[in-house]
């Protein structure tokens, strides 16, 4: 107990006087807490009565556990859950460590963790989770994990080191995802059954995982919603989707509303976000919630509030403007965002994308190339395209082998000039896209705070 006390006083002590030193969100609390008490998360989350959950994938992890803690939160539960980022395994243990700023052990009912792949049998081993969700599985940029069986192995991993009577939380509509529940005894299926698949052809270059998980023969599909997302079946050996228990049967793109049906039971939600893959995000959230103990008809009320997460498509008004703000990190994620500015029903729309190769953007810009740009840009409607960040020239060229016209396509290297000057001189019906990678987001963040455009940021 001595050490696990000493331990946990000096992380927030290097807390403390990291955020003095205006390094703010840094994972060194985390650092010095495991240095001093290996087993620190481990024996902080296990006192908490109702456990820990684990939410892990390639895409939409931050939106989900923002969703779900949303929906925990206005049930009552008190949570400890990590920032939008913090999510490998310092991060997660300086969430837990400094939960509180007195007592010792977090004061909550459980913990909810947003937790990338590569830190995931970690994270299981050491906060024996009660529920594991997973959102999908994409090839995220080369040069970080690899391959995506890796990323497979490392999720499939933590399950196996799951207690007995865990809970898995999967999406049914991703043959990768769907397969590790593959004789699992405790799995919840989430999925779609909308009536029209979305753009079936234009995602022909992004499909990570188009062959059969089981057998390796390519796959086929009923429906396809995006990417290799969708209701699939297997010709070779007879694999197919499993049959969703939360499942999506109407999507209302007007009135911005959901349905959800579950058992015998249908809920209508309001969605906050555009896109379908925030379709995806909020069904896994409902799915995850439920079986923590929210009940499905009180949702549609709470979700009427949710304001999603810095980043991951926040709405600011500036100057008059509609600005939507989108963190684009990778190719299928880029390509999401596109699909979710050719579903803006606005008559003007610019964009400005801004690229940085700083390590946390990854330093291979070579992905820009996996964009389907060429497919896309006439669904866009997009009239005029800044481009900016340390890469905007590498952007500007991937624009132009798109068909963009040079004329439509305006190179500012420096973020805050490219917006400020992208304001300046649109009009105010103009709808504005800014698709930031993520040092390039931190940027436009602080310089959208520095000027007192935005209603609030949340940390992260
Ligand atoms: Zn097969």
Redesign the pocket.
């Known amino acids: 107990m001595m050490r696990l006390w000493f331990a946990v006083w000096m992380a927030r002590l290097a807390g403390f006087f990291s955020r003095l030193s205006g390094r703010g969100g840094s994972s060194l609390p985390g650092v010095v807490a495991r240095k001093l008490d290996p087993q620190v998360l481990s024996k902080l989350v296990t006192r908490l009565p109702q456990g820990t959950i684990l939410v892990t994938g390639t895409n939409g992890k931050t939106t989900t556990a923002a969703l779900t803690a949303f929906l925990l939160r206005n049930q009552g539960y008190r949570l400890v859950h990590n920032r939008a980022g913090a999510n490998l395994i310092l991060g997660l243990t300086a969430t837990v460590v400094q939960a509180e700023k007195w007592h010792l052990f977090p004061r909550a009912d459980m913990a909810l963790l947003e937790t990338d792949e590569a830190s995931m049998p970690r994270a299981s081993q050491e906060t024996h989770p009660r529920a594991i969700a997973v959102t999908n599985f994409f090839r995220d940029q080369l040069d970080r994990y690899g391959e995506l069986s890796t990323t497979v192995d490392m999720v499939q991993r933590a399950i196996l080191q799951m207690d007995n009577g865990g809970q898995l939380i999967l999406n049914a509509d991703d043959p990768q995802v769907a397969y590790v529940g593959q004789g699992y005894p405790h799995v919840v299926y989430f999925g779609l059954d909308l009536e029209k698949s979305i753009r079936l052809a234009r995602f022909q270059d992004t499909l990570d995982a188009r062959f059969?998980p089981?057998?390796?023969?390519p796959l086929n599909y009923r429906m396809r919603y995006y990417a290799h997302l969708g209701d699939y079946y297997?010709i070779?050996?007879?694999?197919q989707r499993p049959t969703p228990d939360w499942i999506v049967t109407g999507w209302n793109k007007e009135q911005n509303i959901i349905a959800v049906d579950h058992k015998e039971h249908r809920v209508r939600l309001p969605i906050t976000m555009p896109g379908i893959y925030n379709v995806y995000n909020l069904v896994a959230a409902v799915a995850l919630a439920a079986q923590l103990g929210v009940e499905p008809s009180t949702m549609g009320e709470s979700l009427s509030h949710f304001e999603p997460a810095f980043g991951r498509m926040e709405s600011v008004v500036m100057r008059g403007h509609q600005v939507w703000l989108a963190l684009v990190k990778n190719p299928v994620g880029f390509t999401q965002v596109l699909e979710a500015v050719a579903d803006d029903t606005n008559q003007q729309k610019w964009a400005l994308v801004i690229i940085n190769d700083r390590y946390a953007d990854g330093t291979d810009v070579s992905w820009l190339w996996d964009v389907d740009f060429e497919a896309l840009a006439p669904t866009l409607r997009l009239e005029q395209w800044w481009v900016s960040g340390i890469r905007a020239y590498d952007m500007a060229v991937r624009l132009k082998y798109a068909g963009i016209a040079d004329e439509r396509v305006h190179v500012v290297r420096d973020p805050s000039a490219a917006l400020e000057q992208m304001i300046n001189q649109s009009p105010s019906e103009v709808s504005v896209w800014v698709m930031p990678t993520y040092t390039a987001l931190l940027e436009v963040r602080q310089h959208l705070t520095q000027h007192h455009f935005t209603r609030h940021f949340r940390e992260g």
């Open positions: 059969c089981r057998c390796g023969e297997c070779g050996c007879g694999w």
